[in-house]
């Protein structure tokens, strides 16, 4: 009997609570990860909110982006020495209501191909 991946998702805010909803029943939510210090230490939707910089202390599977600053919160996951086969990017339709551009006439969807694993992404743009 497998078990489900003990999951940390980095954003307590709307990203967080619509990924929190979503991945709640297939995936253990062990604690938000969040840079603002008014809200670490604190809980969100019962889970504590913790700094990024207490990751190490955690046991997880995987670390969930469920932030519109998900480039951002990358590098700075890269900077801690993160595990990159462990780190995904939520599905942007999930971070902010879907979007649509209109540029020359011409609809581009935005929101595509996601959740990317990190380490695909690290590829992709370096």
């Not at 991946?5 to 938000?32: C, E, Q």
């Not at 990017?89 to 969807?109: D, F, K, M, Y």
Request: proline letters at 5%; one cysteine or more.
């Amino acid at each position: 009997m497998s078990s489900k991946p003990r999951t940390l998702l980095f954003g307590a805010s709307i990203g967080g609570k619509n990924v929190f909803k979503k991945m709640r029943r297939s995936h253990d939510i062990v604690a938000f990860i969040d840079n603002d210090r008014n809200k670490q230490g604190t809980s969100f939707l019962g889970k504590p909110i913790i700094s990024p910089n207490d990751i190490r202390k955690e046991k997880y599977d995987k670390i969930m982006i469920a932030s519109s600053y998900h480039e951002e919160i990358f590098e700075q996951l890269v900077d801690l020495d993160a595990d990159l086969t462990k780190i995904e990017i939520a599905e942007p339709n999930l971070l902010i209501p879907t979007t649509v551009t209109l540029q020359s006439g011409c609809v581009t969807w935005l929101l595509i191909l996601l959740p990317v694993t990190a380490l695909a992404y690290w590829l992709i743009t370096n």
